[in-house]
């Protein structure tokens, strides 16, 4: 029998300057249900009103119409996108603010998992800090249902498994708009799609979405075949422009594979980037940035510490290169080296003569929040040059998805995503062979993130990428620069995930058995914490030799159901078996994680 909502709310409706957002007249407003441990994923693009529905669910501001019912004594809790912190001496005084505020050693325990030092002081704290001082405050609350506004924003890597493994544990409810595929894939249940005023639910997590919102695009062309002329272009442009999209991006993902083969074959295994190419000078003939021997510390004598260590690499025209690593792990530090930036202790770093780059931080300092959009774009003007040729700069917005009424608003009356695809349409325009993105993806819809993939994918430049984003990564980069903050730099030819794949073959190797492996267990149990002893248990050692071989098992299985949950057509043929296919998937990463946790633990102790 199903439980009883947390939260409830019937014939929901709200107006925003002027207009109706959802729940107009004529309409009977949006209905929503919150249940127990329901995890769902908030879809819809910049400007539906995704994070002003967190709000009201959260009571901080007032529906026009509907009805709100809460279970007494519930708590809700919101993270939100970009937390005040101006009035706050220290992050610790932030996170105890309010009645609401958690305990203390409840906000110190969660900080010191994340790393985060919580007497840093507010006005000088970064934005990865600040997000995770948000981060234990929010969590420390015990919240009934937790809302996430773009909860991944600023976090590197380490603390994002850490915040999904903590929400793969939570026993509430939470809702998150994320802009993270990968986060919200590993996560969500049920999405909530918040399209042209409504709300619509399916049960199915973030994996089924695409499949989901094509079929009811499909269904609407179909039922305007019987209505007047505007509507059928209307549903015939929502039907064609979604599936031409999808067909574009398989067309480009297909190029990004042919190019990672290329490039892997240039690249020797122990990622020295050893070339191997027939024609040898001309491959060197289109190298932009060439990096030989490059190391750099800081600090002084015994406490200089290596950030990057004889690191070596040519960078072909036309590459898109990805850096990864924790924060600290000298991502900045390697992005400064390879641009010009920053000079090298050891070794050189040269550059082609006709290099000229472009970079995009993640400060989005260029904009100021009294300049129009006219102004950032065209100087005032009516025209801009984009890369050479002269466009109307309302026709240009269109191309970066924004309403061309939008010329004359002012930067400071737009939303986060909407000032970030504005700093990609003035950079995207300017004339340049080298393209620089810090955390481009941050603030972004998932519409705006699919456009940046094709603007990439159709850069003619070189493309230099520091992000945390793990789908972005695995859509756009050709070579993936892996640090794990020991001065080393892998390179691997590919994305986020084959990076990941290299890291855990040295577990593989370890195998010392072929036998046919037995299933491993979902939440395997942690090896006591006790002294270590000399010799493994029987289980122990058993688990040690045989895990490998099933996490390759399980990793085979998760790439075989992917494949078959990304054809856009499965959903609409066969929904039993997509729900089937999508809830088989979520246990098999779980479980994949559960056993690589418990092989490494497993491992520390042999090597002990």
Do not use: C
Request: charged content about 30%.
């Amino acid at each position: 029998m199903a439980q009883p909502p947390i939260l409830s709310w019937e014939g929901l409706g709200l107006q925003q300057g002027g207009r109706w957002l959802f729940g107009g007249p004529g309409t009977n407003g949006i209905d929503l249900h919150i249940a127990p441990r329901d995890r769902l994923a908030l879809i819809g693009r910049n400007g539906a009103g995704k994070t002003t529905l967190l709000k009201l669910i959260d009571d901080r501001i007032e529906a026009d119409r509907g009805l709100r019912r809460i279970k007494p004594g519930a708590r809700i809790v919101f993270l939100e996108q970009e937390p005040d912190f101006s009035s706050f001496e220290t992050l610790m005084d932030f996170a105890l603010a309010g009645d609401d505020a958690p305990e203390a050693y409840e906000v110190e325990s969660i900080a010191g998992q994340l790393g985060i030092a919580m007497d840093r002081e507010a006005d000088t704290a970064s934005g990865g800090e600040r997000r995770r001082a948000a981060i234990a405050r929010a969590l420390a609350q015990d919240p009934d249902i937790l809302l996430l506004d773009e909860p991944t924003n600023h976090l590197d890597l380490g603390a994002i498994d850490w915040l999904e493994d903590w929400l793969n544990r939570y026993k509430g409810a939470f809702i998150t708009i994320s802009h993270d595929r990968t986060f919200l894939k590993r996560l969500t249940r049920a999405t909530l799609w918040l399209d042209r005023g409504n709300l619509r639910r399916k049960e199915v997590g973030f994996g089924g979405y695409e499949a989901w919102e094509a079929s009811v695009y499909a269904e609407e062309a179909r039922a305007a075949e019987k209505l007047d002329a505007k509507l059928k272009l209307e549903a015939h442009w929502l039907e064609r422009g979604v599936t031409a999209r999808r067909k574009r991006n398989q067309g480009r993902l297909e190029k990004l594979h042919q190019m990672r083969a290329a490039r892997a074959a240039m690249i020797s295994d122990s990622g020295s980037a050893k070339l191997k190419l027939a024609n040898d000078e001309d491959f060197k003939s289109k190298s932009v940035i060439v990096a030989e021997k490059v190391s750099k510390g800081f600090g002084e004598g015994d406490e200089k510490r290596a950030i990057i260590k004889n690191f070596s690499l040519r960078i072909q025209r036309g590459d898109r290169i990805g850096i990864v690593g924790a924060n600290g792990a000298g991502k900045t530090t390697l992005l400064k080296l390879l641009t010009g930036e920053l000079e090298p202790d050891t070794g050189n770093v040269s550059h082609a003569r006709t290099l000229s780059g472009v970079m995009i931080d993640q400060q989005r300092k260029l904009l100021s929040p009294e300049a129009s959009v006219r102004d950032i774009l065209a100087e005032g003007g009516d025209w801009i040059d984009v890369r050479g040729a002269r466009k109307h700069v309302q026709a240009y917005l269109k191309d970066f998805l924004f309403d061309p009424g939008l010329v004359d608003t002012k930067v400071a009356n737009l939303s986060g995503g909407e000032r970030s695809r504005l700093l990609l349409a003035r950079e995207f325009a300017r004339t340049a062979n080298l393209l620089v993105l810090d955390e481009p993806t941050n603030d972004l819809d998932l519409e705006t993130l699919d456009l940046l993939q094709e603007v990439i994918a159709d850069f003619d430049g070189t493309v230099l990428i520091v992000s945390h984003d793990r789908d972005f990564l695995d859509r756009t980069v050709t070579v993936t620069l892996g640090l794990d903050g020991s001065g080393r730099v892998d390179i691997v030819a590919g994305g986020y995930e084959d990076w990941e794949r290299k890291r855990r073959k040295p577990i593989k190797g370890k195998s010392k058995t072929s036998a046919k492996p037995s299933p491993a267990p979902t939440a395997p149990p942690a090896p006591s914490a006790s002294p270590k002893s000399d010799k493994l248990s029987y289980k122990d050692q058993r688990d040690y030799e045989l895990l490998p071989a099933r996490i390759e098992e399980l990793e085979a299985a998760i790439t075989k159901g992917e494949e078959i949950l990304s054809d856009p057509e499965f959903f609409a043929k066969d929904p039993q078996r997509f729900t089937n296919i999508s809830k088989g998937l979520e246990n098999a990463r779980a479980e994949k994680d559960a056993a690589e946790e418990r092989w490494l633990m497993l491992a520390e102790l042999v090597e002990g």
